[in-house]
């Protein structure tokens, strides 16, 4: 079956802003929230398992959020970010969901995959059913998509890359999602797209180096050390000037992407690194790991902000793509004498509902 992400849906990616120089906020006379006066939104699912991925679609209506079940919920978080205000999507997979990512060009379109059925189904949130399904030899960990939405790239629980492209599958046939067969990069832990969709980051969670890879070629164009125990994760800033990597020694680095040399280090965490992501100013980075919080803190200087208890450690965190609002999820710790676990999914910062 035809997807509806059409050419007319796709916006060409953006050159970012030019960074501002490294310097504190009082020296660039910017105002930062204060952190500290919010609390978090915490709602809680009663549930055995916990969510798994969460994540804002491009222009920040909606909240999409899997890892319970076979099913699908998304919010309107303007409205309410209740249970009972889910809208939800079944019958794409036959069994749990791991995983949601959003097309970046189109606010209705996503996908979602399942390492159990080892499917990726595409979805259109104006519609009930899905659109299409993918059908995979490998169980799928989680997708990233190219900035024109035009082509997904799968990494698999096993550590391969996958590669999916949008189009015409034959010469007279309608367009849709289809598998391409790549040579190159064998494996991988993380994969970050440039802002141009030429090029992306790879990691390999027992290698202490990433590497820069044009996307047509697979070719690698640069190794560069990054962390001891492995790179685990990685997140690029959104107006270009900063990758940020994050490890399983609970470092996280800064990389400048002009030379490609680390221009500093974050040291406030405690845990391993779980998932990082940029404000959509990129002067805030959030960082998720093995413990129970999510820290905050400057991109140009590195130092920590506000850290912001969970009920449990976090997989994932998303900055809004308009606000200073973090979303994040997981499973709470069962704790003798306790209540029974539950799913859980917050927001934190202003503005949040």
């Given at each position: 079956?035809?997807?509806?992400?059409?050419?007319?849906?796709?916006?060409?990616?953006?050159?970012?802003?030019?960074?501002?120089?490294?310097?504190?906020?009082?020296?660039?006379?910017?105002?930062?929230?204060?952190?500290?006066?919010?609390?978090?939104?915490?709602?809680?699912?009663?549930?055995?398992?916990?969510?798994?991925?969460?994540?804002?679609?491009?222009?920040?209506?909606?909240?999409?959020?899997?890892?319970?079940?076979?099913?699908?919920?998304?919010?309107?978080?303007?409205?309410?970010?209740?249970?009972?205000?889910?809208?939800?999507?079944?019958?794409?997979?036959?069994?749990?969901?791991?995983?949601?990512?959003?097309?970046?060009?189109?606010?209705?379109?996503?996908?979602?995959?399942?390492?159990?059925?080892?499917?990726?189904?595409?979805?259109?949130?104006?519609?009930?059913?899905?659109?299409?399904?993918?059908?995979?030899?490998?169980?799928?960990?989680?997708?990233?998509?190219?900035?024109?939405?035009?082509?997904?790239?799968?990494?698999?629980?096993?550590?391969?890359?996958?590669?999916?492209?949008?189009?015409?599958?034959?010469?007279?046939?309608?367009?849709?999602?289809?598998?391409?067969?790549?040579?190159?990069?064998?494996?991988?832990?993380?994969?970050?797209?440039?802002?141009?969709?030429?090029?992306?980051?790879?990691?390999?969670?027992?290698?202490?180096?990433?590497?820069?890879?044009?996307?047509?070629?697979?070719?690698?164009?640069?190794?560069?050390?990054?962390?001891?125990?492995?790179?685990?994760?990685?997140?690029?800033?959104?107006?270009?000037?900063?990758?940020?990597?994050?490890?399983?020694?609970?470092?996280?680095?800064?990389?400048?992407?002009?030379?490609?040399?680390?221009?500093?280090?974050?040291?406030?965490?405690?845990?391993?690194?779980n998932a990082l992501s940029f404000s959509h100013d990129g002067e805030?980075?959030?960082?998720?790991?093995?413990?129970?919080?999510?820290?905050?803190?400057?991109?140009?200087?590195?130092?920590?902000?506000?850290?912001?208890?969970?009920?449990?450690?976090?997989?994932?965190?998303?900055?809004?793509?308009?606000?200073?609002?973090?979303?994040?999820?997981?499973?709470?710790?069962?704790?003798?004498?306790?209540?029974?676990?539950?799913?859980?999914?917050?927001?934190?910062?202003?503005?949040?509902?």
């Amino acid at each position: 079956m035809s997807s509806t992400n059409n050419e007319d849906d796709v916006q060409p990616p953006q050159k970012p802003p030019s960074p501002p120089p490294h310097m504190s906020f009082a020296a660039r006379g910017i105002h930062p929230p204060n952190f500290s006066a919010f609390k978090p939104r915490d709602i809680r699912i009663p549930s055995h398992q916990g969510m798994t991925s969460i994540a804002w679609n491009c222009d920040g209506k909606r909240l999409g959020a899997v890892g319970i079940d076979k099913v699908v919920r998304l919010w309107w978080p303007d409205k309410s970010v209740e249970m009972r205000s889910a809208s939800t999507y079944a019958g794409g997979h036959s069994d749990d969901v791991d995983h949601l990512s959003w097309n970046p060009t189109h606010p209705d379109l996503f996908c979602t995959s399942s390492q159990k059925d080892k499917r990726i189904v595409f979805w259109d949130a104006r519609q009930s059913r899905y659109i299409q399904a993918l059908h995979l030899k490998h169980s799928p960990s989680h997708t990233v998509w190219s900035p024109t939405g035009k082509d997904l790239v799968c990494i698999t629980a096993s550590r391969n890359l996958l590669f999916a492209k949008f189009g015409p599958t034959g010469e007279g046939s309608g367009q849709s999602w289809h598998a391409v067969d790549r040579e190159g990069v064998g494996a991988a832990t993380c994969v970050t797209f440039n802002h141009v969709g030429d090029g992306m980051v790879v990691s390999v969670s027992n290698e202490h180096q990433i590497r820069l890879v044009d996307f047509q070629s697979l070719n690698v164009l640069l190794s560069t050390a990054a962390h001891v125990g492995g790179c685990a994760t990685t997140a690029l800033d959104p107006r270009g000037a900063y990758l940020a990597t994050g490890g399983n020694d609970s470092i996280v680095n800064l990389f400048d992407t002009t030379e490609w040399l680390c221009a500093r280090t974050i040291t406030a965490c405690d845990h391993a690194i779980n998932a990082l992501s940029f404000s959509h100013d990129g002067e805030f980075l959030a960082i998720s790991s093995t413990g129970n919080y999510i820290d905050i803190c400057a991109t140009e200087t590195g130092m920590p902000l506000h850290r912001v208890p969970t009920l449990g450690p976090s997989p994932t965190v998303q900055w809004h793509p308009s606000k200073h609002v973090i979303a994040y999820c997981g499973q709470s710790k069962v704790r003798e004498g306790g209540p029974p676990p539950s799913a859980w999914i917050s927001l934190f910062g202003p503005g949040a509902p």
